[in-house]
């Protein structure tokens, strides 16, 4: 059998298998943030599709700026911890273990119940134009503020809260995002990061809020809850971007949050082995591989024909899957059985990336194959 149905642990956590769900924003929860039936439908499909690990969709963390999306779901109060939990006791029964991603928008922000201004660490706006695929925005990105010494509090504080109600719900652990442009990502990113003050500059300058947050949330969680994170080059909006001290400086800043307490490091890009570190001939993926044994989970157009090489190429990786889960909510029995895998049909996730489309979009399907 293929070695991606080996068993695999994080920390005191088991997996059943190596496949993992990438997280995937569906801007279908309640208004009020709370997680809804029919992501409790959405997730559980995963769990029973043989799944051994689901990690959600970002989920913001507090009442001030981390929104980013409308319909995003929270986990920054009593109603949607307890909504959370009913969903995570469904994937459970289906020994399928979930990781909340704890998102905190920054500069990519697009609807937010709480307040019109986004924070971010130098009140730089992303390049290109907002997603519409998670909803219109009206006069395009809007102008965020630069953080001051109250809104690094605020975050921070948004962090810790979201990790003790993430257990609270059940939920095996939380992943941190670093990734994609959001506001930790805009945190090591010499666009999005001008200051001149500790939090930026150099590399290190640049690295020390998220070191902060990891050791924060770590002390939070306590031994037994996973903290991950998740991590790019790449924003949603900018796909050629380069962070300037290239292979060397991610050698560093894997050591760094290693040294930090991260339990595992989560790799994305366009494509999982693109080498596009400036001056440097390895991936994301391959990098953390060479200078450390922390647990990694890789992305990046993973599927059905690369599945087996990966897996002997990484031995000791887990593999993220986004729109080839979205396709089919079963890919790991489907792997495993050999059936047929499809690709993914766009149609499914417009005009919006809601669940109500995705299953209007499925009834049709089964009206025309009948
Ligand atoms: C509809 C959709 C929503 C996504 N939302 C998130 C998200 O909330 N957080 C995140 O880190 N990545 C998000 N991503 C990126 C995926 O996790 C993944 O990195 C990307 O789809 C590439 O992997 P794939 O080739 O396996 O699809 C999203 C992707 C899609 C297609």
Do not use: G, L, P, V
């Given at each position: 059998m293929s070695q991606v149905y080996d068993d695999y642990s994080i920390g005191k956590h088991s997996l059943k298998n190596r496949l993992v769900v990438a997280p995937m924003t569906?801007?279908?929860?309640?208004?009020?943030g709370s997680a809804s039936e029919l992501m409790g439908d959405y997730y559980e499909r995963f769990a029973e599709g043989g799944f051994g690990l689901i990690i959600t969709e970002g989920t913001y963390t507090d009442k001030e700026a981390s929104q980013g999306y409308e319909n995003q779901p929270g986990i920054s109060d009593a109603p949607q911890t307890d909504a959370w939990k009913k969903i995570v006791s469904r994937v459970h029964e289906h020994d399928c273990k979930m990781i909340l991603q704890l998102m905190h928008a920054g500069a990519q922000f697009q609807y937010n119940r709480f307040t019109d201004t986004p924070v971010s660490p130098s009140g730089v706006k992303p390049k290109g134009e907002p997603l519409g695929l998670y909803g219109e925005v009206e006069g395009g990105w809007p102008e965020p503020e630069e953080m001051n010494e109250h809104h690094f509090d605020i975050v921070m504080n948004g962090f810790i809260g979201a990790v003790n109600r993430a257990k609270e719900a059940g939920f095996d652990g939380v992943e941190l995002h670093a990734a994609n442009g959001y506001l930790l990502n805009e945190f090591l990113s010499d666009y999005f990061n001008r200051r001149e003050d500790k939090w930026g500059g150099s590399l290190n300058k640049r690295l020390l809020f998220i070191e902060d947050v990891i050791k924060a949330a770590k002390s939070a969680a306590g031994d037994d809850f996973i903290v991950g994170i998740r991590i790019s080059q790449i924003t949603v909006t900018d796909p050629d971007y380069q962070w300037p001290e290239g292979e060397e400086g991610f050698e560093h800043i894997v050591s760094k949050l290693v040294a930090a307490g991260i339990d595992y490091i989560h790799t994305t890009d366009t494509a999982y082995d693109r080498k596009h570190l400036k001056d440097g001939d390895h991936s994301l993926a391959e990098t953390v591989q060479h200078v450390s044994d922390v647990p990694l989970i890789i992305n990046g157009g993973i599927d059905e024909d690369n599945l087996d090489d990966l897996a002997e190429q990484f031995p000791e990786a887990l593999f993220a899957i986004g729109k080839k889960a979205l396709a089919n909510p079963d890919f790991a029995k489907r792997f495993k059985s050999g059936d047929e895998i499809a690709d993914l049909d766009f149609a499914m996730l417009q005009p919006k990336a809601t669940l109500e489309n995705e299953w209007q979009w499925r009834k049709l399907q089964q009206q025309a194959d009948s």
């Open positions: 569906r801007t279908s929860a309640e208004a009020d």
